[in-house]
């Protein structure tokens, strides 16, 4: 089950009870990958999945292959993804962010990243639904396989590409105090030598940058930084030395 650190998803729902869905061992990583595509006389093939939860995730992402040239194709067909969350307000569900993301042709895996929306609501419920292809571009008639979209490890995050793989690495330095609202201070374990520090908001953008650090302290102001979650990168010598989340506060 996905939970706010990062979960994959899995048990997914096919339509034409499983036809135009298949597991592959063409895959980005592991032994496996789901594999969506025309069947015959199918418009297109779809998965959807559904699950209770109890955060509120800010991304879809996973990696994909695309492949629109297969028999009966016209290579222009895009596969669609479409994330939906939701509230039960006592009578019904309330959507509270949805988002989508088309996927274009690719003859290897790349990452994607499909952003749900900002809200400050905790959903309880989510909804995934991906379709190999759009119906004005599907191949459709006897015999056709078309339309092939590959994906892997699909995952719900709070956390946006291009800052997850950092924040797994081992942390190096304390931060004291954190959460803070005016100014924090870095402590690390070894000397640094012309190191910098980067600073990310939610949405992978840096928003704050030190250079030329050299010792054992460094002391990050607020500045003009708005509340929130933000994440940090400490660099040597090309090499990240140390990563962190930080919280600022009004």
């Known amino acids: ?15 034409w009870n499983g036809l135009g869905v298949s597991r592959t061992t063409d895959s980005y990583s592991g032994n496996y990958s789901i594999m969506v595509h025309n069947w015959y006389n199918y418009l297109q093939g ?44 006592g009578t019904s569900n309330d959507t509270i962010a949805t988002g989508s993301y088309l996927f274009d042709s690719s003859n290897v895996f790349i990452p994607f990243q499909l952003n749900i929306g900002l809200t400050s609501l905790i959903a309880d419920s989510v909804s995934i639904y991906i379709v190999n292809a759009g119906i004005g ?5 006897f015999n056709n396989y078309c ?16 800052i997850e793989n950092l924040i797994s690495n081992k942390n190096v330095v304390s931060v004291f105090p954190n959460p803070f609202s005016t100014e924090t201070t870095f402590k690390t374990d070894e000397a640094l030598k012309d190191a910098t520090l980067e600073v990310y908001n939610s949405l992978g953008q840096t ?6 650090i050299s010792g054992k302290t460094v002391t990050l102001f607020r500045d003009n930084l708005p509340s929130g979650l933000y994440y940090i990168q400490m660099r040597q010598d090309s090499k990240v030395i140390a990563t962190e989340k930080l919280i600022i506060t009004d």
């Not at 089950?1 to 339509?15: D, H, Q, R, Y």
């Not at 699950?51 to 895009?78: D, E, R």
């Not at 571009?137 to 008639?141: K, L, T």
Request: charged share 10%.
């Open 46 to 89: 779809g998965i959807s999945y559904h699950n209770a939860i109890s955060y509120t995730p800010q991304y879809l992402k996973g990696y994909y292959k695309y492949n629109t040239s297969g028999s009966g194709s016209n290579g222009l067909s895009q596969g669609k993804a479409i994330v939906t969350l939701t509230r039960f307000n």
């Open 207 to 212: 928003v704050k940058q030190i250079k030329n």
């Open 1 to 15: 089950m996905p939970n706010p650190l990062g979960g994959i998803v899995n048990s997914w729902t096919a339509e």
């Open 147 to 162: 339309n092939l979209l590959y994906l892997d490890n699909l995952t719900l995050s709070t956390i946006p590409l291009g």
């Open 137 to 141: 571009n599907s191949c459709r008639g």
